[in-house]
């Protein structure tokens, strides 16, 4: 199933041949002085060269083996690319449309802070700028792109000593002050990755950008770990969370839709001067579609709101209730849905979007902590997965976004009762969902497209295979 998710969460793609043909000679960064932004020493990037000794974790063994996670990040993981695609024709054509700039030799997306934040770590910039510089013989080069340190944190701190006892010994807390991030707790391995996946303030895949031919962003925490190449053992990960693949789903929906918040507050923000309404806010193909019969849009039948209403937040809450336990609270959903009909306003207020999008991200933030602590049992997986299938709005009401989380939510409880108990693993229910996934995969590409979006019949075979799962888990 996860080159499905692979393929699903492409999402809408321009159609441009990438080549890498301007891959110059590497540009290192200055080295000389030692000084990092915020002035701490401990806090200095020492890049991933410094990883890479055979001894270390270049051991060059199979994929995902101890020893070899920079052989595995470097030979499997699309992160290690992320500067490499900088230099292909998309990105040029990118920051080519992006900056109104004719000539293309003009455009160094591989130079451009906005690009690199996401596409090196976020906060790149004083490097670039080089107010703040490296120390010397550090083998931190910005072209090997999203790095151990990207993750991991800044190395400066520990990287002489973390294979020591006396580093093991240290608790999660005492490294973190000393730059290591905890990657083991789930929470804030998702908040690491919603600041390139999501955005963040001025580090933004909004719709100018979109248009530009930047993909659109649209993270699932629990697909996109499943589909990140691991170089840690998945064993090790699940020990003592056997149910890893719903709490990791509950998990990335409440630190998304925190982060997708206070974008929105960003984006809404009169001071930060955004482009506004910001389309990217909205679903794609309430706009994007093709006028023929039984599409997405003239499906929509269930819908309260006026026709020509843009559906807000298509994609980071519809699974929100359900994350939440299915008994979210009422006031956040109460508060979630008064944003919702400000944001479908013909002109949405921006300062009243902005408290309201602030509002609801200031309720949101106790619960991915309270959701990392939660366990599921077999039965209570067993529960909430029929309550998730059973419940079609999000199929019924034809948003192609909904429909996507609906089945990832679906998936991802399928897999951790699987791991709970391998004995009742059901291979029909799972044939069924896969077969969810494929209605929900966008047609091929034609040549010449320039945005791909889901197939024109989709809702009702989208909803015929809704209906086999739940037949299928009624058994
Ligand atoms: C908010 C963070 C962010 C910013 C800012 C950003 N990107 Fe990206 N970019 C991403 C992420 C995340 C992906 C992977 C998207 C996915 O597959 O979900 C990506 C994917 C891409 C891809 C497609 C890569 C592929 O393998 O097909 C290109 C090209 C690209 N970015 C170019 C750029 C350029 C050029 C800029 C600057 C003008 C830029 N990006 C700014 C986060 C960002
Ligand atoms: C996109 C984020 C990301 C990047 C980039 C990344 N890692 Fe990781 N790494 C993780 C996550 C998540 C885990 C799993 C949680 C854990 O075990 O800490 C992990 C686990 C590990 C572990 C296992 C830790 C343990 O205690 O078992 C090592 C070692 C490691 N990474 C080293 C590296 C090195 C070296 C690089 C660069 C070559 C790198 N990582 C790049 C996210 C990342
Ligand atoms: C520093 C920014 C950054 C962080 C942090 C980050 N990513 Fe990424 N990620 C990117 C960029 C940029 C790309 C696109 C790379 C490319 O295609 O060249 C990407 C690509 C991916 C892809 C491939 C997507 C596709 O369409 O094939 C997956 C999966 C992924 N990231 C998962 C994760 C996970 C899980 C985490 C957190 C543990 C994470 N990333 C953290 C920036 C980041
Ligand atoms: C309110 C309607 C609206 C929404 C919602 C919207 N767009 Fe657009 N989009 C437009 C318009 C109008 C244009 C043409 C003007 C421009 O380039 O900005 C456009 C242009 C584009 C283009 C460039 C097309 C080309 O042929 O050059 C892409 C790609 C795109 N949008 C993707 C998206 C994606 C992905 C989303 C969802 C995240 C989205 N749009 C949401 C109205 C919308």
Known sequence: MRWLLACLLAGVVIAVGDGFARRSSRAELPGAAAATPGGRPEYELRGAGSCAAAACHNGNGPKGSKG????TWVIHDPHARAVEVLYGKRSLQIEKKRKHSPEVDENHPERD?????CHVRPGIEPYLTQTHKLPRGAAFSYE??????????AAGGWLTDHYTAEWRGKSAAQKEAEGMCNTKDLRLRAELCVRCHVGRGDIDVNH???AAGHPRLA???GAFLANMPKHWSEETDKAGRRDFEARAWAIGQAVSAKAALKLLAHRADVKNKRPWPEFAEYDCFACHHDLKAQNWRRERKERKELPGTLPWGSWYFPMLP???GGEAPKELMDELSSLREAMQLFGPDQQDVMARAQSVSAKLRPWPEKLARQEHDRAALDKALKRIAADDRRVSEASWDGAAQLYLAIAAHDSARDDLDREKRDPVLKTRIQALGKQLSFPPLAPGQHYDSPAEDGPKRVQEALKRIQQALQK
């Open 322 to 324: 359900d994350a939440l």
């Open 68 to 71: 070899s996670e920079y052989t």
């Open 144 to 153: 090997d792109g999203v790095s151990c340190e990207a993750c991991h944190g």
């Open 208 to 210: 100018d950008l979109i």
């Open 113 to 117: 802070p906005l690009c690199l934040n």
């Open 219 to 221: 993270f699932e925490f």
